[in-house]
């Protein structure tokens, strides 16, 4: 066999795994944002936590909103629970709603994020719904629990049907 016969087949091998790779991903993350649509709130009747069912969150700087130094698409968390929030990137934390500075919102390709920013603290915690309405209802119960909202975040809680 010849030399250019082996790169040659090398390279179309190579260049076919990469293909079924990218297709793999495409087509788990289309299965989880159309999941993503379609989900609801799901509140624990025993002692009323509220989950917020999320496709990524994302730890960022509450200088630059849209830069983060940390995501997770695994198994991110936002839990609203009676007197604090606990929410997951990486590892879960948890953080009183009067420790919470305000809860803003932000919107963009395929993404719907709910942004914590706390008090006291240089990183905010974005949580990615993909379902405007769920964001919004969201955003309601933050604001139920004394937290305060951003101008964007009253826009979408006062524009969508909840």
């Given amino acids: 066999m010849s030399d250019t016969f082996l790169v040659v087949t090398s390279t179309a091998v190579g260049v076919i795994i990469t293909a079924l790779i990218f297709w793999g991903v495409f087509r788990l993350t289309r299965t989880k944002l159309r999941r993503a649509s ?6 624990s009747k025993d002692n009323g936590d509220i989950n ?8 960022g700087w509450k200088a630059i909103p849209w830069l983060t130094w940390l995501h997770s698409d695994i198994s991110p968390m ?16 948890r ?3 009067h420790d919470i500075d305000y809860v803003d919102f932000r ?3 395929a993404t719907t994020n709910i942004i914590l920013v706390f008090k006291g603290k240089w990183s905010t915690f974005s949580g990615n719904t993909a379902n405007i309405n769920l964001a919004a209802q969201a955003l309601e119960i933050f604001q139920q629990r004394g937290c ?5 975040a009253q826009q979408i809680v006062g524009s969508v049907a909840v």
């Avoid at 305060?148 to 964007?152: A, E, I, K, N, V």
């Fill in 38 to 43: 379609s989900s609801q709130l799901i509140s």
């Fill in 52 to 59: 917020i069912p999320l496709v990524a969150a994302f730890a």
């Fill in 78 to 93: 936002l839990l609203l629970q009676k007197h604090h929030v606990t929410y997951k990137v990486v590892r879960k934390h």
């Fill in 95 to 97: 953080q009183a709603y």
């Fill in 107 to 109: 919107q963009a390709l």
């Fill in 148 to 152: 305060q909202l951003s101008q964007r």
